[in-house]
């Protein structure tokens, strides 16, 4: 577990089954600390014997993850900065499709921009039906350019452009279902967890080879992602310095 202020994180095993919960009081969001330790339970757990399959959630019932900390964004003042910042998500998701383990998501609310990352880098995501998705980054001035080649494998080109380019637009759960990024949609958060719970146990009881060379076949050709997400959290980085952003988030903070 990590301080309060900084956000929570927990990891549990019990019946070859992995769970990380993660949780903020500002609907889920990650400071960068949160994601460096998010980053290294998913390297942590991928050499973990005792696992076989990982369940990404988040505390409470509402939003699944309000992307990274405004509050960190705002008080961002060069450009080393602004790339650290950025990398967050990005070390995440690198950690996410290097990770050994098949990952469900369990997404039992509102995604916003990183959180729409996460998502797309799960394996597999289960969710309720007000689980709806909105890619906001270019209302502030930046845009959506670390999580573009996870969202974008997810749920191709076209999809990730109709999220980024209407950016003040939410997308319902039912939308996301037919791009792909969901499997599966559900009226209540406790479905969802008997689904998410039964589904895992399918996923540990298969052979951990085979899961292991699925990953590693679904996950193909992004080898490079290690350096092109870093390069994406630069773009980011500098952006968010820019008179335009730096108007624009003042007036979101107001």
Sequence with gaps: MIPRSNGSLYTHIENDIATIEFGHEASNS????????????????????????????SEGDRAFCAGASFDELVAIRN????????SGFANVINAMRKCKKP?????????????VGLTSACDY????????IKLSEL???????????????????????ALAWDASQWKNAYWAKEQ??????????SELDKEVQLFAEKLASYNPEATQQM?????????????????????????????????ALEKFKK
């Design 103 to 115: 990952i469900i998501g369990r997404i039992q609310g509102k995604a916003v921009g990183g959180g």
């Design 125 to 132: 995501c289960l969710a309720t039906e007000v689980a709806s």
């Design 79 to 86: 450009l080393d900065e602004g790339k650290h910042f950025f």
């Design 215 to 247: 990953k590693k076949i679904s996950w193909r050709g992004t080898d490079h992602w290690q350096e092109l997400l870093i390069e994406r959290a630069a773009i980011s980085g500098e952006l968010v310095l820019s008179e335009f952003t730096k108007r």
């Design 30 to 57: 990650f400071p960068s600390e949160l994601l460096a330790r998010l980053a290294k339970a998913f390297d942590t757990l991928s050499n973990d014997e005792s696992a076989r399959v990982i369940i990404l959630k």
């Design 180 to 189: 792909g990024l969901y499997a599966r949609v559900f009226e209540t958060i």
């Design 139 to 161: 209302t502030i001035g930046i845009g959506p350019f670390v999580i573009e080649p996870a969202v974008s494998r997810k749920i191709g080109l076209a999809g990730f452009e």
